[in-house]
């Protein structure tokens, strides 16, 4: 429940600073929830900015005693994840100027957990704001280094972006939207 209520406050703020944001809940590896989730988007926004992929899934002990298909999953939220938004976005021709990956690595600590990124992820995406045009870099490389916790951001501009147009995405049935959202 912290996470969701981290995300809430996280969309507020950056609402606050004037930016639309469209947050949705799904499985990232359910290629047809990711689609909906981009159609969805498409409709309502027409184009895509920044994509945000901070998906992870937290369990926190000694690899040793992790099975393969705990590792898979950890894995598979990130790798999988990322290949499936990518696969919407391009089904819809919807090209970002940035695509910012949360990862991070623990080695070293016991328990970690992921809503420690999601809690600062609005502060981190400020000062990547204030520090530089986010559609002027084609690649860029932070690093933060907490005690708790070590996160790579990497982000990229896709070069076919810089000017291009905004595309539509081919128009989908909404007859399986979930209730309540737009």
Not at 52 to 66: Q, T
Request: net charge positive; hydrophobic share 50%.
């Amino acid at each position: 429940m912290r996470a969701e209520a981290d995300a809430f406050r996280n969309v507020q703020k950056l609402r606050s600073l004037g930016a639309e944001v469209i947050y949705r809940s799904v499985d990232i590896r359910d290629g047809q929830a990711v689609a909906h989730a981009v159609h969805e988007v498409a409709e309502i926004c027409h184009r895509v900015d920044v994509v945000i992929h901070a998906a992870g899934i937290d369990i926190s002990r000694a690899l040793r005693s992790k099975t393969l298909d705990e590792i898979d999953r950890v894995i598979s939220v990130k790798v999988e994840g990322m290949r499936r938004l990518l696969e919407a976005l391009q089904e819809c021709q919807l090209l970002p100027r940035r695509i910012v990956g949360f990862g991070s690595a623990v080695i070293l600590l016991p328990v970690c957990a992921y809503a420690f990124g999601a809690a600062h992820a609005v502060p981190i995406l400020t000062i990547a704001a204030l520090i530089g045009n986010l559609s002027r870099a084609a690649f860029s490389w932070a690093e933060a280094d907490w005690p708790a916790v070590r996160m790579y951001v990497l982000g990229a501009v896709p070069a076919a972006a810089a000017g291009a147009p905004a595309r539509r995405c081919p128009r989908r049935s909404t007859a399986s939207r979930p209730a309540g959202r737009p």
